[in-house]
């Protein structure tokens, strides 16, 4: 049952963000220390605390109710995490993902994940990054973000996570699910009020060219996303009430490109109707998203977060466009359930994307004032 305690005044906010800010030069610097051993752990670990504080102190001037680390102790946003699952570790295999943009392609490439034993949570993963935030933050609710489960398989791929260790998906599938609910009652203990699940995988699925690469994996990209939606209510159903989840579903999001296109429609029935949270942080910043028809399919006890402002771009939006759109939304969902932010992160992985410091406070500034102009 969908959790009712996402009033006017809770997350997901009016104006919100995704989560992951451009590395400033200082921290950039220490950790290329750090990697050619110039300098210790705890000296990277100062300076991320350094940089994460001030991360903070600007999300609050701007006026947002929430603040984030920036994700800025992270390579990626979401290896860094499932690496830290027991039984998840480095294959052999490279996996190579590739990026368009407007000027040509670009690729990423890192070790493809293997489970070489069972799946469960060792160490609460970024349990002492969320402590650290909780305690720089003053007037903001602090925001922690993690990938979403089905990730680990996305990425992966069957052959991948089953074999040796377990014989099925299911098996595979409850034992993630377990692990990710242990981790959502520790955060919960830790403090973490406001947890958001980012998910490329449900949005991909949504592009014919993704699902033909799925099948040639071997995957059936036809019921996937089904699977993809029961794993993640599996992993939510005992949540404590007062937890306040979302899912960021992304096309993509490295150095300014992007993987994968097309709208919700694929998925959207199935997603919006069944996926137990409290709201969809939701890419709408171009027509690679689409329109907002399939918004129809979204529940009255849930939020949209529509993502409005390109965090790949460095021209600035028209505010008075923004409100149009807003207003287009609210077609298909009433405007008391709607919010806006970037349509990503700026820095989904450690190099960031092709805009300055400056670009991104002037696009956040942005948000923060049109959500107060339209809402109050």
């Not at 705890?42 to 903070?56: N, P, Q, T």
């Not at 799925?214 to 029961?230: M, S």
Request: aromatic fraction near 8%.
């Amino acid at each position: 049952m969908i959790h009712q305690h996402a009033t006017l005044l809770g997350p997901p906010f009016r104006a919100d963000h995704v989560g992951s800010l451009l590395r400033p030069a200082s921290l950039l610097a220490a950790r290329a220390a750090r990697d050619e051993g110039r300098l210790d752990a705890s000296g990277l670990r100062l300076a991320e605390d350094e940089a994460i504080a001030e991360a903070v102190r600007l999300q609050e001037d701007l006026g947002f109710a929430l603040a984030t680390d920036g994700e800025l102790r992270r390579r990626t946003w979401h290896m860094d995490f499932l690496y830290q699952l027991e039984g998840i570790e480095p294959g052999d295999e490279a996996l190579r993902i590739d990026f368009r943009n407007s000027a040509g392609d670009v690729s990423f490439a890192s070790a493809a994940p293997v489970v070489a034993a069972p799946v469960r949570l060792g160490e609460t993963i970024f349990g002492k990054d969320f402590s650290y935030l909780s305690s720089v933050v003053t007037t903001a609710v602090p925001k922690l973000t993690i990938p979403s489960p089905s990730m680990l398989h996305y990425r992966a791929g069957t052959a991948a996570v089953t074999g040796s260790v377990y014989g099925d998906l299911d098996a595979f599938f409850a034992d993630l699910a377990l692990a990710y609910a242990d981790e959502l009652r520790r955060l919960h203990a830790l403090g973490c009020r406001y947890l958001q699940l980012d998910d490329t995988s449900l949005a991909y699925l949504n592009d014919p060219a993704q699902r033909a690469l799925l099948e040639a994996r071997g995957d059936d990209p036809v019921a996937l996303h089904r699977r993809y939606i029961a794993v993640l209510n599996a992993a939510l159903a005992g949540r404590p009430e007062d937890l306040t989840v979302t899912v960021h579903l992304c096309r993509g999001n490295y150095r300014s490109s992007w993987a994968a296109e097309g709208g919700y429609d694929y998925v959207a029935e199935d997603l919006f109707g069944g996926l137990d949270v409290d709201g969809f942080f939701l890419e709408y910043d171009d027509a690679r998203s689409g329109d907002f028809s399939p918004l129809r399919f979204v529940r009255d006890d849930q939020r949209v977060v529509l993502g409005l402002v390109s965090s790949k771009r460095r021209a600035l939006e028209d505010k008075d466009e923004l409100k149009r759109r807003v207003d287009e939304a609210s077609a298909f969902v009433p405007l008391d359930q709607l919010c806006l932010s970037p349509q990503c992160g700026f820095s989904s992985t450690v190099e960031g994307n092709e805009l300055t410091v400056d670009d991104e406070i002037a696009k956040l500034r942005l948000v923060s004032e049109t959500a107060a102009e339209i809402w109050g």
